[in-house]
Each structure stands twice: as structure tokens, then as C-alpha cells.
């Protein structure tokens, strides 16, 4: 069984459009996260979740915006895609606490033309 | 502002060699220091580094954080071209689990 899943795997779309990305885990941790990863490879925090409550929120522009039905849940959803989204993004999930170990999804490849 | 500096930003070596990779962090509120390794896909964890100048030690790779200085190290022996990735530093803050990651060091190990 996958840990932390994301869906879906690559995504290639316009400029302009609206589109969702979901992620879950088994793990039963309390902790959920999106990273983003540009070309460089540079790996930066977009938002965290604690108990569907956001407890990180970086500084992302306001068409991206986190929902988290339940604690096993962290979905992405972006509004009015620019160019300079393409990136692979990245759910992970953490037990918390001294234990904060990250583990991450396989990652969303999101090309915008 | 939080900063994790890694080095070398990439690396080339031969299957065998030992290798050193370094991470400098400045960070607020730290609690612990995380290695990654990164292949084609998904970030997988390597070890999570809490007191100083407790080594850590998983087959050909180590690892050691000390505080004071505010660095890491994670060594490979006998690299092997399986080693290949890019290696991420991370510093994980006490609050609320945030965690900072450095560029990464690229390994390449060439037979």
C-alpha cells in the first residue's frame, strides 16, 4: 500500500485554467504538506496542515489555496494557471511532534503551456 | 530569514571513492537536521539528526550534526553508481514541524 499518494501523476495544461491536485495518506499521521519544486531542483514549502487546520502558509500567491477535508487529506487547488507554476509539486505527511520525519508522495509534474 | 546552505552544489566521482557532503544551516527555533536522498522521483529519508556529535550510520553512509558550528555532514565510502541522486539537507523547526531544505548536492558516480 502507497503511503502518501498523490494524483494525478502529470498534469499538462493552459495557461489560464483552473485545476486540483489531491493527495493522501495511510500513515495516520497529523501532518500534512505541499512543497513545490522548480527546475533547480530547490524543494520550498507552500503550506502546512495540522488536524485540517493550515498552520503553515508561505508566501504563495492567492490562486493556490489548500483544502483539507480530514486529516488524511490534503488537496491543492489552483486558479488561473501561469507559466511560472510548472514545477513538480510534492504532498509529504509527519507524525509530528520530535518524530517530524517527512514522507513523501510520488509528486505531480505540472507543465502549463 | 531561515537559510540551508549545502556543498558542494554538485559532485562527480568515481564508483569506490569516499565522498563528504556538507550543510550549513542558519535557522531559528531548530530542532533537528534531516538528510534526503532524491532520485528521478520523491525525496526519501536517510536520517534525522537531533544531538551533536552523535553519529548516525546506515551501511556505507554516515552522518553527524554539530550544534555549535551549526553543520552536518553525510559521508558515503565505496560509492557505488547506485549512489547517484541529489542529496538534500533540511533543518526541521520546532514549530509547527516546518522544515527548511538546502539546494541539494548532485551526486553522480561514475564506474
Known amino acids: 500500500d502507497t503511503a502518501v499518494s498523490q494524483t494525478p501523476k502529470y498534469l499538462v495544461t493552459q495557461m489560464g485554467n483552473d485545476k486540483s491536485i489531491k493527495c493522501e495518506q495511510n500513515?495516520?499521521?497529523?501532518?500534512m504538506y505541499w512543497y513545490k519544486q522548480d527546475s533547480k531542483k530547490f524543494l520550498k514549502i507552500m503550506f502546512s496542515?495540522?488536524?485540517?487546520?493550515?498552520?503553515i502558509n508561505e508566501t504563495v500567491p492567492n490562486r493556490f489555496s489548500p483544502k483539507s477535508p480530514d486529516k488524511a487529506h490534503l488537496n491543492l487547488h489552483i486558479n488561473s494557471l501561469e507559466l511560472g507554476d510548472s514545477a513538480v509539486y510534492f504532498c509529504?505527511?509527519?507524525?509530528?511532534?520530535?518524530?517530524?520525519?517527512?514522507?513523501f508522495g510520488p509528486g505531480t509534474r505540472l507543465t502549463v503551456l | 530569514e531561515d537559510k540551508v546552505v549545502q556543498s558542494p552544489l554538485s559532485l562527480v566521482v568515481h564508483e569506490g571513492d569516499t565522498v563528504t557532503l556538507n550543510c550549513s544551516y542558519e535557522?531559528?527555533?531548530?530542532?533537528?537536521l534531516l538528510w534526503y536522498k532524491q532520485e528521478k522521483k520523491a525525496p526519501t529519508f536517510l536520517f534525522m539528526l537531533t544531538s551533536s556529535g552523535i553519529e548516525k550510520k546506515s551501511g556505507r553512509l554516515s552522518s553527524i550534526l554539530d550544534k555549535k558550528e551549526l553543520f552536518s555532514i553525510l559521508n558515503i565510502t565505496a560509492t557505488q553508481t547506485g549512489d547517484s541522486a541529489v542529496y538534500l539537507c533540511?533543518?526541521?523547526?520546532?514549530?509547527?514541524?516546518?522544515?527548511?531544505f538546502g539546494p541539494g548536492t548532485s551526486l553522480s558516480v561514475i564506474p
Open positions: 500513515l495516520g499521521h497529523d501532518t
Open positions: 496542515y495540522n488536524n485540517k487546520e493550515l498552520i
Open positions: 533540511a533543518a526541521l523547526k520546532t514549530s509547527y514541524d516546518k522544515v527548511i
Open positions: 535557522v531559528t527555533n531548530f530542532r533537528s
Open positions: 509529504a505527511s509527519s507524525p509530528g511532534g520530535v518524530r517530524g520525519t517527512q514522507y
